[in-house]
């Protein structure tokens, strides 16, 4: 049979068995008419790759000497693996479908191609094996095109079906036939989603064509394939059919969805990520009619102590379980998405009031707050959460984002732990910041910085013991700004560590030239928690020390008591170091920080300077400066009154033994030169 069998088709349809075909153990009678018939006839083996029969037009055709020679001759000699495996198919079909093709098959009798139509059909053999008739029913015309066009067609891995229009195949090619289900040919019941069947109805009957990827029922199993369809006429019938063609594209469908959830999301917890969020947004913003949304912008607080405190594992089983409490209260068409770190935003879908978006906060808060476990450890954590309240065609983007972090920034400002809604005050407010941040980097590279002075008094003898050096921006048109209104904004963006060393060169060069001229006055200065962190500032520190004259021991630091919390060990360290220098420390605005009481003992501290809140109370909340006086006398640290305003405070202060005192009573913060004036009024009043 076929050895490099090249083929040509020009109709192979599935049909009921046409003929009954001559069985070579069936009556003689029968038998020889087939022998005598001038139809080349013969039966193949497919099993055994022989033929077992044929007739003396089939041996012309095959060009053997005669029957028993042609019987002998080994047909797998030199046959192609898809040649055998379409054989395999065709076998396959005559068992179940009781088939019959009719092909343009090329025979290579003798190495010579014989292009011949032939009609195949399955004829059982005695021993119950399927065999395959073979009639060569007429010669083709061997228009090079046509042949190369059908051999295609037989052998490539695309699908090609002919569709009735009632679904029936009218025509399959040998991939297409591979992959039909054992039940079910309908080209409907392929879908494995009916609507991709409608809309490729719909679609065809409007332009004729569509393509679609779809999901398809086949006899391996669910795939995917890529289906195209055309509109067009059965060649035999002249009825409307649909030619399609479909190509299997699981394996790349399944690696591009892979990719394409890796390009979305945020791989610690699945949540989508920032350029999804993005997409979805102007997804929204072109329709139509975009829905009202509301933009829930989060971060944990305190994030950085978590992992510094639990470990990094710790801070990502937070991040996970978070973003897991809070999918659980999304409807379908919202969306979680991590930002970076511990930001998320929640993209809620068709919220038209604050109460609405406010109620669902209240629910994903209360999940939130629930006690999270990393081994055995239990972790609470909270959120801080901005709210904005938007339609996306008429806000871009950047603009609802930039909103959303105000309002974050308002939450974390009031005290954490809870949402806050965004108005236009806090935009504008947001703005005024922004500006400050800019001039700021201009105003440290001008260096548009000046310290004011405030003394600070000896209870016992009322002279000027030391000075505080308190900065201003010496703003261009702004006149002279206030720290309140600077120094957050460079600790939040760390020009603190800039702006720290200029303060200090400048404190440190005045104590210098005072000292010089024979004031004797200590200098204190203060020293932020973020410059405390940064790394630069001992070896600043030091620098200054090995200035000419450097008064050592005379210039004292003020830190807050929140610089204290953290690892002890190296605070402590740190702080020896800087007091080996030449420097003191002083504790600022005691009493407000968390600091615990009981390894303040453990730091170098030489001054306590007592809030001024506590002041300003007196003498209702004397009990408690009295226990602060107390505390400094058991750590031999000096007290220090701040904020002392009335005769009475100081008199107050004065009768409690406290050393040192400083506040408008005695004298405002003064500009340099004013500072000397008045404190040497000060001394000559105390010399009264
Ligand atoms: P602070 O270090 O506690 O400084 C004392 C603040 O209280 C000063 O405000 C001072 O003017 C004010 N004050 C003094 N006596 C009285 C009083 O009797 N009544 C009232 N109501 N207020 C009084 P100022 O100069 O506005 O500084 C505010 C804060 O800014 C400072 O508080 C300090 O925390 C920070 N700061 C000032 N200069 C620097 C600096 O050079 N570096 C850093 N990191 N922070 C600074
Ligand atoms: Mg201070
Ligand atoms: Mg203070």
Not at 112 to 132: I, K, Q, T
Not at 148 to 157: G, I, K, N, V
Request: aromatic residues 8%.
């Amino acid at each position: 049979m076929p050895l490099n069998k090249q083929a040509k088709m020009r109709i192979a349809s599935i049909q009921p068995l046409h003929a009954s075909a001559a069985d070579p153990n069936s009556s003689d009678d029968a038998l020889r008419a087939v022998r005598r018939t001038r139809v080349p006839i013969w039966v193949y083996d497919i099993d055994h790759s022989r033929v077992v029969l044929a007739n003396s037009s089939a041996c012309r055709l095959w060009q053997a000497e005669d029957e028993a020679a042609l019987r002998e001759r080994d047909m797998a000699k030199g046959m192609s693996a898809t040649v055998a495996k379409r054989l395999r198919q065709y076998q396959k079909d005559f068992i179940e479908e009781d088939a019959t093709f009719t092909e343009m098959w090329t025979l290579y009798p003798n190495g010579e191609p014989e292009n011949v139509m032939v009609v195949f059909s399955g004829h059982v053999l005695p021993d119950g094996r399927m065999a395959m008739l073979c009639e060569a029913v007429g010669q083709a015309e061997d228009e090079p095109q046509n042949l190369r066009s059908a051999e295609a067609l037989l052998h490539t891995d695309v699908m090609i079906m002919l569709v009735g229009e009632n679904g029936a195949p009218l025509y399959t090619n040998p991939a297409a036939r591979n992959m039909l289900p054992e039940d079910g040919k309908d080209f409907q019941q392929l879908f494995v989603n009916p609507a991709d069947h409608t809309d490729l109805a719909i679609a065809l009957s409007a332009t004729g064509e569509h393509r679609l990827v779809s999901q398809v029922n086949t006899a391996s199993g669910l795939r995917w394939f890529d289906v195209s369809a055309k509109a067009c006429s059965d060649a035999v019938t002249g009825q409307p059919a649909i030619l399609v063609t479909a190509i299997d594209v699981s394996e790349l469908k399944v690696a591009r969805d892979k990719a394409r959830y890796l390009a979305d999301r945020d791989l610690l917890t699945g949540c989508y990520n920032r350029s999804f969020l993005q997409g979805h947004f102007n997804n929204l913003a072109n329709l139509k009619k975009p829905p009202p949304c509301a933009l829930v912008f989060f971060d944990v607080d305190r994030f950085k102590q978590i992992n510094d405190r639990h470990g990094h594992e710790a801070g990502d089983t937070i991040l996970r379980q978070i973003s897991s409490c809070v999918q659980a209260f999304l409807g379908p068409n919202d969306l979680i998405s991590r930002l970076g770190g511990d930001e998320f935003v929640v993209f809620l879908e068709g919220i038209n009031s604050e109460v609405e978006v406010a109620e669902r906060i209240k629910l994903m808060q209360s999940e939130i707050a629930k006690p999270i476990f990393q081994d055995a450890t239990r972790i609470n954590a909270t959120v801080s959460i901005g709210v904005v309240l938007f339609t996306p065609a008429d806000d871009a983007f950047a603009d609802v984002m930039r909103r959303a972090d105000i309002a974050l920034y308002a939450a974390k400002e009031a005290g954490r732990d809870r949402a806050i809604h965004f108005n236009d005050d806090m935009g504008r407010a947001a703005q005024e910041r922004d500006q400050i941040e800019d001039e700021l980097k201009t105003a440290l590279e001008l260096r548009q910085f000046e310290l004011h002075y405030q003394p600070r008094i000896d209870l016992r003898t009322g002279r000027v013991v030391s000075v505080e050096g308190l900065v201003r921006w010496n703003h261009p048109i702004r006149g002279l700004v206030m720290p309140d209104a600077f120094i957050p904004i460079c600790e939040e963006t760390g020009m603190i560590e800039d702006l720290g060393r200029q303060v200090l060169e400048i404190g440190c060069a005045q104590a210098i030239a005072w000292h010089q001229a024979g004031h004797d006055f200590d200098v204190s200065l203060n020293v932020s928690p973020r410059q405390f962190n940064d790394k630069h500032l001992l070896q600043t520190l030091s620098d200054l020390a090995q200035s000419p004259n450097f008064p050592s021991g005379r210039i004292e630091l003020e830190i807050t008591e929140n610089v204290l919390f953290g690892d002890h060990k190296s605070i402590a360290k740190k702080l020896k170091k800087i007091t080996h220098m030449g420097y003191r420390i002083a504790i600022d605005d005691f009493g407000t920080g968390y600091s615990n009481l009981s390894y303040i003992s453990r730091f170098p501290l030489k001054c306590l300077k007592i809030d001024r809140s506590f002041v300003d109370q007196l003498p209702e909340a004397g009990p408690i400066v009295s226990l602060i006086l107390t505390l400094a006398r058991q750590i031999g640290a000096t007290a220090v009154a701040e904020g002392v305003e009335t005769e009475e405070q100081y008199a107050w202060l004065a009768a409690q033994n406290c050393e040192q005192a400083q506040g408008y009573y005695m004298s405002r913060p003064l500009p340099l030169d004013k500072f000397l004036e008045t404190a040497n009024r000060l001394n000559a009043q105390a010399s009264e």
